[in-house]
T-cell receptor, first 115, second 114 residues
Framework: AQKVTQAQTEISVVEKEDVTLDCVYETRDTTYYLFWYKQPPSGELVFLIRRNSFDEQNEISGRYSWNFQKSTSSFNFTITASQVVDSAVYFCALILYNQGGKLIFGQGTELSVKP | GAGVSQSPSNKVTEKGKDVELRCDPISGHTALYWYRQSLGQGLEFLIYFQGNSAPDKSGLPSDRFSAERTGGSVSTLTIQRTQQEDSAVYLC????????????FGQGTRLTVV
C-alpha cells in the first residue's frame, strides 16, 4: 500500500535556527513523484517542490533545501535560518505514475517559528 | 482568474440539508481534484477529473457525495443529506494534467454541519 509518514506532528524553533522536516514514503512502484506543500494560516496549500523518482539530486531554493534518498525512502525538507513567516503546516505528498494526479498526503508537520 | 477560486468560503448548514460547493480552476488546466481536510483524517482525496475521461470517484466516502464538471471547467461538489461528520474544509485543486504535475489549490470551503 502507498503511504506517506511525517512523524513530527509539531516542531517549535526560534528564529534563525535551522529545522528539518522529515518525510518517509512507502510504495512498490518504481515511478512516482514527491511533493512538499506549505499551508499557512490562511489555509491555501502552496506548492513548494516536485521531484520524480528518477531524480535523486538534492535541490536548494534560497533558504529551502530538499534531500531525496531512495535508499531510505525519504524526502526531507530543511529550512535554513528560519523566519517567523515560515510558520505553517507543511505537507509531504506522493503521486504514483499510474494514478493520475491523486496526491497521497502525509499528516503534516506544524512548524512554529518564534521570534 | 489567476488562481483556483472556490465558493462559498464558509458554509453553515443544518443536518439533513443538501449543499453545493463550487470550484473554478485555473484557466487551461485539464485536471481538477477535490480533497477534504478534517482534523481526524488529514487531507483525503475525493474525486479527480481529467479532460473528457470518466472521473475517478474512488475517494468519495458515500453515495451522498457527488461531483460534476461542466464544460471541462467549473466543478460542483454536492453533498446530500449532510451529516455532522461531513464538517470539514473542502479543497479544490487543478493542474495541467500531465503525469505527476503539481496541483494548485484554492483556499477551500469550510463546511460546518449543525
Amino acid at each position: 500500500a502507498q503511504k506517506v509518514t511525517q512523524a513530527q506532528t509539531e516542531i517549535s524553533v526560534v528564529e534563525k535556527e535551522d529545522v528539518t522536516l522529515d518525510c518517509v514514503y512507502e510504495t512498490r512502484d518504481t515511478t512516482y513523484y514527491l511533493f512538499w506543500y506549505k499551508q499557512p494560516p490562511s489555509g491555501e496549500l502552496v506548492f513548494l517542490i516536485r521531484r520524480n523518482s528518477f531524480d535523486e539530486q538534492n535541490e536548494i531554493s534560497g533558504r529551502y533545501s530538499w534531500n531525496f534518498q531512495k535508499s531510505t525512502s525519504s524526502f526531507n525538507f530543511t529550512i535554513t535560518a528560519s523566519q517567523v513567516v515560515d510558520s505553517a503546516v507543511y505537507f509531504c505528498a506522493l503521486i504514483l505514475y499510474n494514478q493520475g494526479g491523486k496526491l497521497i498526503f502525509g499528516q503534516g508537520t506544524e512548524l512554529s517559528v518564534k521570534p | 482568474g489567476a488562481g483556483v477560486s472556490q465558493s462559498p468560503s464558509n458554509k453553515v448548514t443544518e443536518k439533513g440539508k443538501d449543499v453545493e460547493l463550487r470550484c473554478d480552476p485555473i484557466s487551461g488546466h485539464t485536471a481538477l481534484y477535490w480533497y477534504r481536510q478534517s482534523l481526524g483524517q488529514g487531507l483525503e482525496f475525493l474525486i479527480y477529473f481529467q479532460g473528457n475521461s470518466a472521473p475517478d470517484k474512488s475517494g468519495l466516502p458515500s453515495d451522498r457525495f457527488s461531483a460534476e464538471r461542466t464544460g471541462g471547467s467549473v466543478s460542483t461538489l454536492t453533498i446530500q443529506r449532510t451529516q455532522q461528520e461531513d464538517s470539514a474544509v473542502y479543497l479544490c485543486a487543478s493542474s495541467g494534467g500531465g503525469r505527476g504535475t503539481e496541483a494548485f489549490f484554492g483556499q477551500g470551503t469550510r463546511l460546518t454541519v449543525v
